[in-house]
């Protein structure tokens, strides 16, 4: 597909983005869990730290989508379609359990990276996969968007969750010693 073969260069640099922050992403958590975690944790965790993982997945897979061989973009749109549906849920799902969790109290930047922006990304990505029959070089922008905003979310969620363990959690365990 022509329409598809367009964005080849765009999908391969963010999905290989996405990929390699995966792997950057666990290394990270191995660390940080290797330290000795209070109680609750593991609810901030899935409130936080396992939503990065997930939006870095969305985008690989979205590259992999996008990057295959369709005949034409029906089948395409409802692979993306359907990315999009089950991110939204699983984003609706998270800002529970941000609410849910007594760990951590967001403020209005998690509030905006951890749950509005999600939301808003598989929205897109749903609302393109509709929209792909009629407007495609319009859905096509509207998913290379939604990819981006996953993975500067997610880029984002990563690094503060790296500079919270360092500068605030490790501060703590020191002056407890």
């Known amino acids: 597909m022509a329409a598809l073969a367009a964005w ?5 640099i963010v999905g290989s983005s ?21 109680q609750g944790v593991g609810e901030a965790g899935g409130a936080f730290a396992t939503p990065t993982i997930v939006h870095f997945g969305a ?15 029906e089948a395409a749109a409802v692979s993306w379609g359907l990315v999009g549906l089950s991110g939204f849920v699983y984003a609706l799902v998270v800002t529970r359990r941000m609410r849910a969790q007594d760990v ?9 990276f951890h749950s509005v922006l999600p939301i808003a990304a598989y929205s897109t ?6 929209a792909a029959l009629s407007l495609l070089r319009e859905a096509l922008f509207g998913v290379g968007a939604a990819a981006l905003v996953l993975l500067f979310a997610g880029i984002h969620n ?6 919270y363990h ?6 703590g365990s020191e002056r407890a010693r």
């Open 104 to 112: 951590y109290q967001p403020e209005f930047e998690d509030w905006l």
């Open 166 to 171: 360092v500068f605030v959690k490790s501060k």
């Open 59 to 73: 985008v690989l897979g979205l590259a992999g989508i996008l990057t295959a061989p369709w005949d034409g973009i």
């Open 125 to 130: 990505l749903a609302v393109s996969a509709v």
């Open 18 to 38: 996405a990929g390699a922050l995966i792997g950057l992403q666990f290394v990270v958590l191995s660390l940080v869990t290797a330290r000795q975690t209070p």
């Open 158 to 163: 990563a690094w503060d969750a790296v500079t």
């Open 8 to 12: 080849q260069n765009f999908y391969v």
